[in-house]
């Protein structure tokens, strides 16, 4: 997910569920801050306590950069790093509670490109990978939600509250744009084979858009199955952020070696983003009710806010751009401004992001808790699915260390 979702529609979701405006905008404000603050926001002036400022992004020079250390060791100082970020901020966990995969990987044998030989991966890191994506309303999610619910009750300081609100919607509805992927590097479960997009009016070449094409600059990693490249879903570009995207992929720990005109018989992922972003847009709604005491859980509303999210939907998610507003930012902008109509007819105060509207000291605080609090929990629920102490672990420590060394 964009900006143009993460601050205006979280503002937005927040009105409806009762907040007021400036309430609102602090909450949106946070939740935007979230691919925000990197190692180069970071400055000095934002540092407290122990000298040091827990990032919630990468910088682009930290992905390249770092890529050799990544493919060394799994359990260096960069790759605990790395997904110490990911995970909790972008890629929250949400099948912990499966059972064992590794049964169920197609034929690793039959996996092969000119890169990378899938038997390169062993098969419990696989498992462990596919444990590690993410999805909506996992029991990861639910501890989330317990945790922040914590926070916004206790007598901390108001801002703080409701940073950690904004915080907690950023994760929340990237459970649903990021479904399936891992904030873990994995090529078997990060990347994807024959990517369609099934917009009919979209005038872009996805096949320029969203391939690794643009991606093999960062050096000798790219060949590694474990490299930082395959993080996420970097491997298809901004796919799962656009709202209006319609598109199919082939998972490629589900894919053996077929051809295109094969796989196309099969079963593919098929991926409707307008709706997406609906269900992200309406879970935000109730969950911000949820913490303001309005509703009994979090996933529950009879209905409440039902309408709104259809006119969310058909009004801002559906309108796809031009040829000529089909790069990154220009689409972001082109969002940005239906966002801004649309609260305009709404009659809502309309508002516009800017990183100097919060206290960043403040949110990286809240930050720093949630992160520890959840990685905490992962080790933990790690630990207790894996009898021998499991090959990846989210060492508190180490992506500290690493932290303070950028």
Same mark, same amino acid.
């Given at each position: 997910?964009?900006?143009?979702?993460?601050?205006?529609?979280?503002?937005?979701?927040?009105?409806?569920?009762?907040?007021?405006?400036?309430?609102?905008?602090?909450?949106?404000?946070?939740?935007?801050?979230?691919?925000?603050?990197?190692?180069?926001?970071?400055?000095?002036?934002?540092?407290?306590?122990?000298?040091?400022?827990?990032?919630?992004?990468?910088?682009?020079?930290?992905?390249?950069?770092?890529?050799?250390?990544?493919?060394?060791?799994?359990?260096?100082?960069?790759?605990?790093?790395?997904?110490?970020?990911?995970?909790?901020?972008?890629?929250?966990?949400?099948?912990?509670?499966?059972?064992?995969?590794?049964?169920?990987?197609?034929?690793?044998?039959?996996?092969?490109?000119?890169?990378?030989?899938?038997?390169?991966?062993?098969?419990?890191?696989?498992?462990?990978?596919?444990?590690?994506?993410?999805?909506?309303?996992?029991?990861?999610?639910?501890?989330?939600?317990?945790?922040?619910?914590?926070?916004?009750?206790?007598?901390?300081?108001?801002?703080?509250?409701?940073?950690?609100?904004?915080?907690?919607?950023?994760?929340?509805?990237?459970?649903?744009?990021?479904?399936?992927?891992?904030?873990?590097?994995?090529?078997?479960?990060?990347?994807?084979?024959?990517?369609?997009?099934?917009?009919?009016?979209?005038?872009?070449?996805? !096949?320029?858009?969203?391939?690794?094409?643009?991606?093999?600059?960062?050096?000798?990693?790219?060949?590694?199955?474990?490299?930082?490249?395959?993080?996420?879903?970097?491997?298809?570009?901004?796919?799962?952020?656009?709202?209006?995207?319609?598109?199919?992929?082939?998972?490629?720990?589900?894919?053996?070696? !077929?051809?295109?005109?094969?796989?196309?018989?099969?079963?593919?992922?098929?991926?409707?983003?307008?709706?997406?972003?609906?269900?992200?847009?309406?879970?935000?709604?109730?969950?911000?009710?949820?913490?303001?005491?309005?509703?009994?859980?979090?996933?529950?509303?009879?209905?409440?806010?039902?309408?709104?999210?259809?006119?969310?939907?058909?009004?801002?998610?559906?309108?796809?751009?031009?040829?000529?507003?089909?790069?990154?930012?220009?689409?972001?902008?082109?969002?940005?401004?239906?966002?801004?109509?649309?609260?305009?007819?709404?009659?809502?105060?309309?508002?516009?992001?800017?990183?100097?509207?919060?206290?960043?000291?403040?949110?990286?605080?809240?930050?720093?808790?949630?992160?520890?609090?959840?990685?905490?929990?992962?080790?933990?629920?790690?630990?207790?699915?894996?009898?021998?102490?499991?090959?990846?672990?989210?060492?508190?420590?180490?992506?500290?260390?690493?932290?303070?060394?950028?």
């Amino acid at each position: 997910m964009n900006r143009e979702f993460h601050y205006f529609a979280t503002y937005y979701a927040a009105m409806l569920a009762g907040f007021d405006e400036e309430e609102s905008k602090k909450i949106a404000w946070a939740a935007e801050m979230v691919d925000e603050l990197d190692s180069d926001l970071a400055d000095d002036e934002l540092k407290y306590d122990d000298n040091f400022v827990v990032t919630t992004q990468n910088s682009s020079w930290e992905m390249a950069t770092e890529n050799p250390q990544i493919s060394d060791d799994l359990n260096s100082r960069t790759s605990h790093g790395i997904r110490g970020i990911w995970a909790p901020f972008h890629f929250l966990p949400g099948h912990l509670e499966d059972g064992c995969y590794e049964r169920e990987v197609v034929n690793k044998k039959r996996y092969k490109n000119e890169l990378i030989n899938i038997e390169d991966h062993d098969p419990a890191y696989m498992d462990i990978c596919l444990k590690l994506r993410c999805t909506p309303y996992s029991l990861t999610v639910d501890e989330m939600i317990r945790y922040i619910k914590g926070v916004y009750d206790s007598d901390a300081d108001d801002d703080e509250r409701l940073y950690a609100l904004g915080l907690c919607m950023h994760v929340f509805a990237d459970t649903w744009a990021h479904d399936d992927f891992s904030g873990v590097p994995c090529y078997a479960v990060n990347t994807v084979k024959y990517v369609n997009v099934k917009n009919e009016d979209l005038d872009f070449n996805v !096949k320029r858009e969203y391939t690794i094409s643009s991606l093999t600059n960062l050096g000798p990693a790219f060949s590694d199955v474990n490299s930082a490249i395959y993080t996420g879903h970097g491997q298809i570009n901004h796919a799962p952020d656009y709202d209006f995207l319609l598109y199919g992929y082939y998972p490629r720990y589900k894919c053996p070696r !077929k051809s295109a005109a094969a796989l196309a018989s099969g079963d593919m992922t098929i991926i409707n983003n307008p709706e997406r972003f609906r269900e992200a847009f309406l879970g935000m709604c109730k969950a911000l009710s949820f913490f303001r005491g309005e509703l009994e859980n979090y996933r529950g509303g009879n209905g409440r806010f039902d309408a709104e999210a259809d006119m969310v939907k058909k009004c801002i998610f559906i309108k796809t751009p031009k040829k000529d507003e089909a790069d990154h930012e220009k689409i972001v902008i082109f969002k940005e401004d239906i966002w801004r109509a649309f609260l305009i007819n709404r009659k809502c105060p309309t508002t516009d992001f800017k990183i100097t509207d919060g206290d960043i000291s403040l949110f990286a605080k809240q930050a720093r808790a949630y992160r520890n609090h959840i990685l905490e929990y992962l080790n933990n629920e790690l630990k207790t699915l894996y009898p021998d102490p499991p090959i990846i672990t989210f060492d508190i420590d180490e992506i500290d260390k690493w932290i303070k060394s950028l």
